[in-house]
């Protein structure tokens, strides 16, 4: 059982920038693939960006070139920076973790847009 922490939320203005943190219980060098999930108020939950143990990463659309997702294996730490933030990426994030094919999820951190 891999257990997940996020934090880094909070109020932001649109046009800012939040950094979001995700610390694993198990060891970095382990967990094939970190990712960014989030789920704003009645819609359904969308993939942000998720990066493999080695690979480059993937991001949705509507965060391209405005968000980056990293990983420090020895901190068993995942980062999502956020820059250039909008209203529309009102949601909870969540961390997600996958290790041998199965999926570890985050109780969410809450970021929110608005002036």
């Known amino acids: 059982q891999v257990q997940l922490v996020e934090s880094g939320g909070g109020l932001v203005q649109p046009g800012g920038s939040l950094r979001l943190s995700c610390v694993a219980s198990?060891?970095?060098?382990?967990?094939?693939?970190m990712g960014w999930y989030r789920q704003a108020p009645g819609k359904e939950r969308e993939l942000v960006a998720v990066k493999k143990r080695w690979g480059s990463a993937v991001y949705a659309d509507s965060v391209k070139d405005r968000f980056t997702i990293s990983r420090d294996n020895p901190r068993n730490t995942a980062y999502l920076q956020m820059t250039s933030l909008k209203p529309e990426d009102t949601a909870v994030y969540y961390c997600?973790?996958?290790?041998?094919?199965?999926?570890?999820g985050g109780k969410g951190t809450l970021v929110t847009v608005s002036s």
């Open positions: 198990e060891s970095g060098f382990s967990i094939d693939a």
């Open positions: 997600d973790a996958e290790v041998r094919g199965v999926h570890y």
